[in-house]
């Protein structure tokens, strides 16, 4: 059920943002392990023998995990995290570019700076959702 979500992308636009509502349906357990899941996918979608289609599952999955980094609270640094994973490796950093661009394009989305602002207000109070404005820290 999640995965079927996780496809639901035309042309690097959301067509149907059914990810970031059914995300609340997962259970908190289940995160990190489908974080995992999805990040383990993405090095054979980049392998010369790889199938035709490769690529936009690749920019889908890094989309999604994308999503799961902005939403995710417990889920501290996660450009660092794919950066550490993917940046060493001359042959991976297709990868981590490919997520950099989804995570900047999921940052700006409507949708998601919504669902991360509840995320935030609820965690650390509107002074933050507000851009820190207020803020006396």
């Not at 996780?6 to 990190?32: E, S």
């Not at 999503?67 to 660092?80: I, N, S, Y």
């Not at 490796?89 to 998601?112: G, Q």
């Amino acid at each position: 059920m999640y995965h079927r979500a996780v496809f639901r992308r035309t042309k690097g636009r959301i067509a149907d943002p059914q990810i970031l509502y059914d995300l609340k349906d997962i259970p908190q357990a289940q995160l990190f392990p489908l974080r995992d899941s999805l990040i383990t996918s993405l090095p054979p979608l980049i392998q010369p023998s790889a199938p035709s289609g490769s690529r936009a599952v690749l920019i889908q999955i890094c989309a999604a995990i994308s999503d799961l980094g902005l939403q995710v609270a417990e889920w501290e640094e996660p450009v660092k995290d794919m950066i550490e994973r993917f940046g060493k490796d001359p042959a991976t950093v297709r990868i981590l570019l490919e997520f950099l661009k989804s995570w900047i394009e999921e940052s700006m989305n409507p949708h998601v700076r919504t669902i991360v602002s509840v995320i935030i207000t609820r965690r650390f109070g509107a002074s933050w959702a507000n851009g820190g404005e207020g803020c006396q820290c």
